[in-house]
């Protein structure tokens, strides 16, 4: 891998040769984390056999400017970057494993997600099951949909959905994202199946093909979807998400306010 600027983020970021993350002019965080295609037995289509002790991915947690710094922790928000490494494990290429959001108060919904993309093309899966929580093992999924994110573009996770992020390209993959803290995460029923309902594997010619996980039941055909902006929603794609959240945090109230806004945020998907 080569050295790459960051610079649609809007923030003095950089990835190394290596695939670190490196943050400049007192860019600070509160945590990382580090999988090995190892942590993830049993996510990929197939056993990882003797590829577990390659890197998958990194994460860097709740990034912040120190005057910055008390904006996101009123409004309970985190600036997080995910890094996937390049590679395939058997024809499969790397992701994050993939969960679904706890439910509002209310119940009525879960949390959405704000996802950037800073380098790399992502395909992220969505799918939707209503009894993911009380039966993870047995969990009905009622749509699917896999969306194509070009970097600076954004998309907004819907709320209901669960959702797993592919790295697609032939590079690393480098993607922001704003959550809302206090949002459980859940990845029982992912796990239970073995992944999301989709699998994404690499045909003879080198394009992905979408192939149902047979341990779900009944599954629907798969969607595909691209996404536009939205500047009311604070998604401008000439704009970090960084930015526009830290100018206009108001923008952003579906993140712990779903309810007003479901319709709104499935609009934000242009399906094939």
């Given at each position: 891998?080569?050295?790459?600027?960051?610079?649609?983020?809007?923030?003095?970021?950089?990835?190394?040769?290596?695939?670190?993350?490196?943050?400049?002019?007192?860019?600070?965080?509160?945590?990382?984390?580090?999988?090995?295609?190892?942590?993830?037995?049993?996510?990929?289509r197939v056993d990882v056999g003797e590829q577990g002790a390659e890197w998958a991915y990194d994460t860097y947690r709740a990034i912040a400017?120190?005057?910055?710094?008390?904006?996101?922790?009123?409004?309970?928000?985190?600036?997080?970057?995910?890094?996937?490494?390049?590679?395939?494990?058997?024809?499969?290429?790397?992701?994050?494993?993939?969960?679904?959001?706890?439910?509002?108060?209310?119940?009525?919904?879960?949390?959405?997600?704000?996802?950037?993309?800073?380098?790399?093309?992502?395909?992220?899966?969505?799918?939707?099951?209503d009894d993911f929580e009380e039966n993870p093992e047995g969990a009905r999924v009622?749509?699917?949909?896999?969306?194509?994110?070009?970097?600076?573009?954004?998309?907004?996770?819907?709320?209901?959905?669960?959702?797993?992020?592919?790295?697609?390209?032939?590079?690393?993959?480098?993607?922001?994202?704003?959550?809302?803290?206090?949002?459980?995460?859940?990845?029982?029923?992912?796990?239970?199946?073995?992944?999301?309902?989709?699998?994404?594997?690499?045909?003879?010619?080198?394009?992905?093909?979408?192939?149902?996980?047979?341990?779900?039941?009944?599954?629907?055909?798969?969607?595909?979807?691209?996404?536009?902006?939205?500047?009311?929603?604070?998604?401008?794609?000439?704009?970090?998400?960084?930015?526009?959240?830290?100018?206009?945090?108001?923008?952003?109230?579906?993140?712990?306010?779903?309810?007003?806004?479901?319709?709104?945020?499935?609009?934000?998907?242009?399906?094939?």
């Open positions: 891998m080569s050295e790459a600027n960051l610079s649609r983020s809007g923030l003095p970021l950089s990835l190394t040769a290596e695939g670190a993350l490196e943050l400049g002019d007192g860019l600070e965080l509160k945590g990382t984390g580090h999988k090995q295609v190892a942590d993830m037995q049993g996510l990929f400017r120190p005057c910055d710094r008390e904006l996101f922790e009123r409004e309970l928000i985190s600036y997080d970057i995910t890094v996937i490494a390049p590679g395939a494990v058997a024809g499969e290429p790397k992701k994050t494993s993939g969960h679904y959001h706890g439910w509002n108060e209310a119940r009525t919904n879960t949390y959405g997600e704000v996802y950037e993309v800073l380098l790399g093309t992502a395909l992220f899966m969505l799918q939707r099951s009622r749509d699917c949909v896999a969306v194509t994110v070009e970097p600076g573009q954004t998309l907004v996770v819907p709320p209901n959905y669960g959702h797993c992020s592919i790295n697609a390209g032939e590079g690393p993959l480098v993607f922001s994202n704003l959550a809302y803290v206090p949002c459980p995460v859940l990845y029982d029923s992912v796990k239970a199946h073995h992944g999301m309902a989709y699998y994404a594997l690499r045909d003879e010619r080198g394009q992905l093909e979408l192939v149902a996980n047979d341990r779900y039941r009944d599954l629907p055909a798969i969607r595909r979807a691209t996404v536009h902006e939205c500047p009311e929603l604070g998604i401008e794609f000439s704009r970090g998400a960084y930015e526009s959240f830290v100018s206009h945090s108001d923008r952003f109230d579906y993140l712990p306010h779903p309810d007003e806004y479901v319709d709104k945020i499935m609009g934000l998907l242009d399906f094939e």
